[in-house]
């Protein structure tokens, strides 16, 4: 086939978050033998989000592994496994389960290749199904990113559309060091492009989704594609708000945030987790020790996750979390007013 | 630094509240979450508790009376801190009038600025702070826009573009859809360069040159358009023989050459016969604020003048109190202070009333969008020889006409028609001022 040909196809090609994570996993195990999954009912089952599909029964079930419901167990075979060469993906079924693996990702895994000077290293990648929005309740519907970003020695991310779930899957896979995957549930059946070569996204480079110039909105995951939704319709209100999609939590890009700040004056970060302690308090702390803190016009404004459990019904859980129409509120009156 | 007590904003719409009762008393020790007053809006009554534990001091607020939202009631002493009385804002009255009409977007944020104590210091934000040590410009003279009087970039554009050349303000092509900042800014604020004209340059090729709103023609849209939406406007026109005010003003400006005072003009007379009689219309020498009317003791009657395009509105300040020959003085000072910009912002607005006079183009009348939150604005045309009934003849007389634009929410038809009249017999007869 032509080569232009095969461009256009990629060019028209649309997946879905979840088959775009799967294609990933797929081109990964093909390519390097090193690769396995392991997860509980990653197997036979697909996933409990249908991630994983049918890859067990093209890569067969040593590579796709079916574990018991231990996620200590899981992520302490997945460190072993990583020290002595090979690639685990292990897949934690609701985000919220890692608290049972916390020992193995902040004492071990993160730790391992500072406290051996180099000579051991953890190549292991945790896929993370996150967020609210599925009527899943308080222990199946946290946003945890932020724990683990505390953490150095871990790199967390959070993707947004398919072709960054894929491309930064890839990324995290050839990473010598222990990365997380934060996904958000609610974006799992979202369409976008996808490229079908195995292609990577860098880690720690931020995205700016839409340019503008009175007020910049950064979020990352889920929020990120609020903030879209938002800024097109702040801007048939004459307001023209530059969206930033983080896409990496740690490492953060925090030169592309300081750029655009220096340039609206204004800035609103959107995060999903609990507003108290999280990502938005570290990047409004980025901004306001830095020299951009002189092209400030207003205060910066967190839009974060309610101090509260996710509630179980589905009005308070939506209201609960940012949603769109508080971004398009709190930017609006950020800019005409000067505060949220 | 004592903590500031404001009245919140309870309720989504709300501009104004009312304290329905005090908890505390001036003294008082509080704790943090201890209610200290209770608000009515127009829908419910909410307790307020204090934001810190300390000292009540210098409740300023009385109950019962409609409050700006944002404006402080109260402060807080911590413990160890001197509770002295904070400077009290010497500037309290002062500040309704020199909410300027230029740089006051909100009319209820811009007395809060005064009325803080000393210590609190002057709020800005660290952008505006920084255009202003670049151009050496001082805050303290500016009054903020932005919540609780706090002073932002525009504030700061505006009273910088005031100081310019007309010559400096080059207006810049830019594509439609972007949101375009006036060139000085740019180069006061010395940022970094950016690319508005350059990538996303709408196809379409729109005919005419686009000028960029510079910052003083974004205030006067944006407040104009306000007005008309938010005041509803009703007009009273007066067609009034100026032979009398003529005769006068030939007397006054023989008198004015012998104690060297300037030549009067018209409007200057027309000032000071309003602001004579509006002494005796306190409802059209008034304000809107949110959901009450402000009635102002003192008479600052603003005149509409143009300046390079711009509109301004210089103010003569306590007209109320000025001679003939001084208000010919202050309003030649005025003028001239404009011409060189010298004027302060806080000269260039917060009148109580405002007049248009478009007599002098050979306009015969028109109606003018009223200067909120004033409650009236007084438009006066040419004057020019007609024929007019006089004991039964057909005689010629000057006349002009005097359309006055009133807000209804504060001034009623007979009120305005009231003044109408009381503008017409002095005119007419400017004895019956003696």
């Known amino acids: 086939m032509p080569s232009d040909t095969l461009e256009a196809v990629s060019e028209i090609r649309e997946l879905s978050y979840a088959e775009a994570v799967r294609e990933a996993l797929g081109q990964a195990m093909e390519a390097d033998e090193r690769v396995f999954l392991f997860g509980e009912d990653v197997g036979v089952y697909g996933g409990a989000f249908g991630v994983s599909g049918d890859l067990v029964h093209r890569f067969g079930k040593e590579r796709v592994i079916d574990t018991p419901i231990s996620e200590l167990g899981i992520a302490g075979a997945a460190v072993g496994a990583a020290i002595t060469g090979m690639r685990p993906v292990l897949e934690i079924q609701f985000s919220d389960f890692i608290t049972l693996a916390m020992e193995q990702l902040v004492n071990q895994a993160a730790k391992i290749r500072f406290m051996f000077g180099g000579k051991a290293s953890v190549p292991m990648v945790v896929r993370l199904p996150g967020g609210s929005g599925t009527g899943a309740a308080a222990q199946h519907s946290q946003s945890l990113e932020a724990w683990f970003a505390h953490v150095p020695g871990l790199k967390v991310l959070q993707p947004s559309t398919p072709h ?60 990120a594609r609020k903030a879209e939704a938002a800024a097109e319709r702040l801007a048939s209100d004459g307001i023209s708000a530059e969206v930033i999609d983080l896409r990496s939590i740690r490492p953060i890009d925090f030169t592309t945030i300081a750029e655009s700040v220096r340039k609206t004056h204004r800035l609103l970060v959107v995060y999903e987790g609990v507003k108290t302690m999280g990502i938005g308090a570290e990047i409004s702390a980025m901004i306001a020790e830095s020299e951009v803190f002189d092209f400030l016009d207003a205060p910066i404004i967190r839009l974060g996750g309610a101090d509260a459990p996710i509630p179980y019904n589905p009005v308070l859980e939506k209201a609960a979390v940012p949603q769109e129409d508080d971004i398009v509120t709190a930017a609006a009156n950020l800019v005409r007013r000067g505060e949220a | ?182 060139s000085i800014l740019r180069d ?205 003849e057909i005689v010629l007389r000057p006349m002009a006409n005097f359309t006055l634009s009133s807000d209804h929410r504060i001034v009623d038809g007979v009120a305005a028609a009231r003044f109408m009249a009381d503008l017409r017999e002095a005119l007419e007869n400017p004895e019956v001022l003696l």
């Not at chain 2, 404006?71 to 909410?99: C, F, K, Q, R």
């Open chain 1, 164 to 223: 960054d779930a894929k491309g930064m899957l890839l990324a995290a896979i050839d990473d010598p060091n222990p990365v997380l995957i934060f996904e958000h549930k609610l974006l799992y059946k979202t369409k976008g492009h996808v490229p079908p070569e195995a292609y990577r996204v860098p880690i720690g480079k931020a995205a700016i989704r839409r340019e503008g110039t009175d007020v910049t909105i950064v979020g990352s995951s889920i929020m």
């Open chain 2, 1 to 182: 630094m004592p903590i500031e007590v404001i009245l919140p904003k309870v309720d989504m719409d709300m501009e104004t509240g009312t304290i329905e009762a005090w908890h505390v008393k001036e003294g008082d020790r509080v704790r943090q979450g201890d209610t200290i007053f209770e608000i009515g809006t127009n829908k419910a009554v909410m307790e307020v508790e204090a934001p810190a534990s300390g000292a009540i001091r210098n409740i300023k607020a009385e109950t019962g009376v409609p409050i700006s939202v944002g404006t402080p009631v109260a402060w807080i002493y911590l413990d160890g801190e001197a509770a002295t009385t904070p400077s009290e804002p010497a500037a309290a009255a002062a500040t309704v009038a020199a909410a300027t009409s230029l740089s006051q977007a909100e009319a209820t944020a811009a007395p809060v600025i005064a009325a803080a104590p000393a210590s609190s210091g002057l709020r800005a934000t660290p952008l505006a702070r920084r255009l202003a040590r670049q151009n050496s410009l001082d805050l303290k003279t500016l009054i903020g826009t932005g919540p609780r009087g706090r002073i932002g970039e525009a504030d700061v554009t505006a009273a910088l573009i005031l100081r310019s050349d007309p010559q400096d303000r080059v207006s810049k092509d830019v594509p439609s859809g972007s949101v375009a900042s006036t």
């Open chain 2, 188 to 392: 006061a604020a010395n940022t970094a360069p950016q690319d508005e004209g350059s990538g996303k340059r709408d196809c379409r090729q729109p005919e005419g040159r686009l000028q960029p709103f510079s910052a003083i023609r974004r205030i006067v849209a944006n407040r104009l358009s306000e007005s008309m939406r938010t005041a509803p406007h009703f007009y009273l026109t007066s067609e009034i023989e100026m032979s009398a005010a003529r005769d006068l003003l030939g007397r006054l400006a023989r008198r004015h050459e012998r104690i060297g005072a300037p030549k009067p003009s018209l409007t200057v007379l027309i000032a000071r016969v309003a602001a004579r009689i509006l002494r005796d219309h306190p409802v059209i020498n008034a304000s809107v604020e949110g959901e009450a009317t402000r009635f102002h003791e003192r008479i600052d009657i603003g005149i509409a003048m143009e300046r390079d395009g711009d509109l301004v509105v210089p103010v003569l300040r306590d007209a109320g109190a000025m001679d003939m020959p001084a208000m010919t003085r202050e309003f030649a000072r005025l003028r001239e202070g404009m011409a060189k910009r010298t004027l302060t912002p806080a000269e260039l607005g917060g009148g109580t009333f405002t007049i248009s006079n478009l007599g002098m183009y050979g306009v015969d009348a028109f109606t003018a969008i009223i200067n909120p939150p004033q409650g009236a604005i007084l438009a006066v045309g040419r004057t020019v020889d007609k024929p007019v009934g006089r004991n039964g």
